[in-house]
């Protein structure tokens, strides 16, 4: 039976008006309790998360220890905490849709001790507000009287805490039900848990912050910013179009004037505007912050402003500053923000002498954050001092409309300023990424495989699994020395005459159970995240190293495709898809395949499976094998030719072309062998097949992969680029655009291709994973692959996509013969919500693949005298265009980066005869594909696209933000080594040779440092996972996960 009440709530409009909303609200007889200690567990049905019955006291916290003290109560120490209803709808009011997602993901986490209770729903609990009562006090009134129910409810064996920051409450219900305790959340810590230190000093640094906020509104009515319209108001004025919603982006170049509004949702198809809205300056930001969700009033027309398109550092990865749009465009500011997504940042503590500068108020330190869009904080602390060579975490608590700037807290030293490590967490932090070591509770879900203890099938799994071991010559092609081999191939001839081809993938969710602790932290983690010197993995390695390594030689579990193809034209008759065990018979590594695959047999001496072989069985075994690979590679190509209109585009790594005497004569794109196309193909082809096998199953709730085509004005530089040189780029559809580029080559300088690739990569949407259910049937097309639909099957050791598309699988195999399905698959909605979790852990491991990989070019340049240092002295390529620069590519390091021809004090770069350049006074004239500097003396020289000239490396230090390589151009003539030293001087730089350099540098210096013990150590060592592996076998495999993942990054 459930009961209808009225919710109603009173709110003032912007012009002055009420409204009355009225909310229906149900009660109901019962709600889950979730705890062991229920009296009526028939009325109750819990079926989910219980407390644990291992706990002195049950804790609850009020509804506004919830929005200030959560990171505390997200310590796995505190147990038995009860979140109620009225808190956790106060934290969504209050803080916004990532706290309270954090809230809700902490409710579901099984590490964390804690449940939620649906008070307000429940008809004992439910109590309506009262006449002139505030929303504070009815919410603490709730929560408490939700506690004594709870107390009773649990027969009052368990003493029930109620903490509260609410001194009244303390007072009033205090003595007032035995058993049920309220007290302060400080009193609390100290009473309950005096020696968790961190919590401690986390308190107090919340506490104090809090304290000097209060103090500060008491003092200052001078107000720094209008304030913010109330939400109703907001909401309102969406809805008329009067505002307009959008997310904050900061320009990081000029993160103090220029950010946009980029619009959203409905915001973008009423209000007729197309562009994003320019926000000007940090007055019209009205104190939102980068990634926040705002309402934007626009301004009058002339108003209205254009944004800077001058080269900026590094802007070289920025799309849209090939144009020089500096026409007004439409302008606003902020009125309001509906969301805010603060989150954790990196900052820096000012020198010494600058918090001497910053005077009176020394305990209010003005913090600058790492993340340059990001305002500067106000922490109050008195360490200072101590913490100014520290790079340290710190969080946002307000900014109020009196303060200049946010105002923040102190939570943990990360690490000290410029050291490897002390950066390295600063990119993980900035990123988001949280690579603690694997649980306990977690390591004891996992399989035993020792040599005591050795793994084996089990029978229940070789009764149900169909067993390819004795039928199928099953074998892996990877990279040499790959240690996690997640997909195995077959092919063999049926008695029918037609062929069979198989690919063979590690059955990880047989070993990973929905909801288990690997499970949960599998998907916090999304991904396996490559930094450039090390890893850190998605699942323990028991699983991805070994029992789901498919290794030669050994039994495994796996999850196959068996495909029937006409023997003829290769056409598919029949797919199945299932559980399967196999063993595989070789390990083969790239290059020994593709020796096979030409008819070089003498390569057999390197696989070790023909060890020990007498001759006769060697040539049998060798003559299946090559077959095999034959056959498979034959296939491949066939299928790729019907997929027709796929993009190849940039090769990540470059070869070097040696002459007769051994010397470097050249750079040439890594052509990839052809057995790396035929692994590819064949992972494609089954990627699409259980894609089209779970969307039939399961139409509106499998997760697939699209590829949205491109949009055609981000071609524009492409081709203009490309017209440069002669050529044209076809850009209508990806079959022009593939064959445009393969026919777009300057047979003098290779790099050119290498460049145009890039750019087409760039201008490529990214591919995204969604939700069947989410969009039309129509947008799921992938267009890098040229596939209708696609999806991720075949990695699921190192992507969680995979994990969820396994066990789709398995569901639709269930229903099929019409089976109850064991998988609890997630509802469109809630793996709408996942898929947008992944793509966005997705973007940050490749952001902190990326900044990692700068960060040790950086470190490799650093502090190198740049008159003798050969390796500051390179080639490099003019590739773009702006008003008061180029950017430049250096081929060498692959390097790219702004190079100014027009410098701060505005001199202009001038090259004599000896082409050597310096700056004098003069002007700079920017054309279409060139660029030309004149002296007032009347001395010019021109640079163009595609430009060979020498260019100087050096690194920009900074102490706040990452250092940034620097570039200048000393001579527009091309970089001439010296005959003499051509060997040593021009090999190519590969990106792990750099890494292994720094590395070892860094390590050195430490053992010269006799390793100083100190308090950061140890929050370092937990970063480091991959540790005391072969650093050298982790890059090797980053690299050839670079190579694989060509398909992988512009959108496989
Ligand atoms: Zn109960």
Redesign the pocket.
Known sequence: MLQKREKVLLLKTFQGRTLRIVREHYLRP?V????P?????T??L?DGKLLSSDVTHYMIPDWKVVQDYFEILEFPELKGIIFMQTACQAVQHQRGRRQYNKLRNLLKDARHDCVPFANEFLQDCYLPREQGESMEKWQTRSIYSAAVWYYH??QDRMPVIVVTEDEEAVQQYGSETEGVFVISFKNYLDNFWPDLKAAHELCDSILQSRRERENERQESHRKEYPEHLPLEVLEAGIKSGRYIQGILKVNKHRAQIEAFARLQGASSKDSGLVSDILIYGMKARNRSIHGDVVVVELLPKNEWKGRTSALCENDSDDKSSGESTSEPMPTGRVVGILQKNWRDYVVTFPSKEEVQSQGKNAQKILVTPWDYRIPKIRISTQQAEALQDFRVVVRIDSWESTSMYPNGHFVRVLGRIGDLEGEIATILVENSISVAPFSEAQMCEMPVNTPENPWKVSPEEERERKDLRKTHLVFSIDPKGCEDVDDTLSVRTLSNGNLELGVHIADVTHFVAPNSYSDIEARTRATTYYLADRRYDMLPSILSADLCSLLGGVDRYAVSVLWELDKTSYEIKKVWYGRTIIRSAYKLFYEAAQELLDGNFSVIDDIPEFRDLDEKSRQAKLEELVWAVRKLTDIARHVRAKRHGALELEGVEVRIQLDEKKNICDLIPKQPLEVHETVAECMILANHWVAKKIWESFPHQALLRQHPPPHQEFFSELRECAKAKGFFIDTRSNKTLADSLDNANDPSDPIVNRLLRSMATHAMSNALYFSTGSCAEEEFHHYGLALDKYTHFTSPIRRYSDIIVHRLLMAAISKDKKMESKENLFSNKDLEELCRHINNRNRAAQRSQKRSTELFQCMYFKDKDQETEDRCISDGVIYSMRTNGVLVFIPRFGIKGAAYLKNKDGLVISCGPDSHSEWKPGSLQRFQNKITSTTTGGESVTFHLFDHVTVRISVQASRCHSDTIRLEIISNKPYMIPDTELFHQSSLLLKSDLVKEVTRSVEEAQLAQEVKVNVIQEDCEKYCQTKGRSLYTLLEEIRDLALLDVSNSHGI
């Open positions: 019962s889950p309790c979730n705890s200690l229920c009296s009526q567990p009325v109750c819990n409810h649990c």
